[in-house]
């Protein structure tokens, strides 16, 4: 198969795993049905229901090291059920559904979560590389 569709394949199987659980999760369940689906209901329901139990796996896999094994394990099956599906379709389809896949991608990416941090330091002293300080720091991550 051609890089490319490789590279779409896996940045989809990423986008799965990265969006469960964010605002965009509704968005990219439906459109991976569709895609995987192809039209057929019962497949796009089969793939809806693949999807559910994906966000349950990601969710009961909670923070850590094996979440991230969860993650990666997740992602690399969706990226090789999307490779399946574009290698079976003829190449115009496969343009079109690349490109429906790339849509989704983005709108993965554009729900990711921000992380920030904000360090106050309005007391602090600092001396040679030190600081000496007492007060806040904020964490955010927006999901």
Known sequence: MVEGLIAVAAA?????????????WAGIR?????????????REQAELERLDQTRAELESAGDGAGAERVQTVLATRWQTRLE????????????QVAAELQALVQQAQGQAPVQSTHNDFSN????DSQVLASGTQNNTINR
């Open 124 to 127: 602090a002293t600092f001396t």
């Open 30 to 42: 439906s459109g991976v049905a569709r895609i995987l689906g192809r039209g057929e209901a019962g």
């Open 84 to 95: 399946m599906l574009l290698e079976q379709l003829p190449e115009e389809e496969r343009q």
């Open 12 to 24: 989809g199987g990423g986008a799965i795993v990265q969006a469960a659980g964010t605002d965009a």
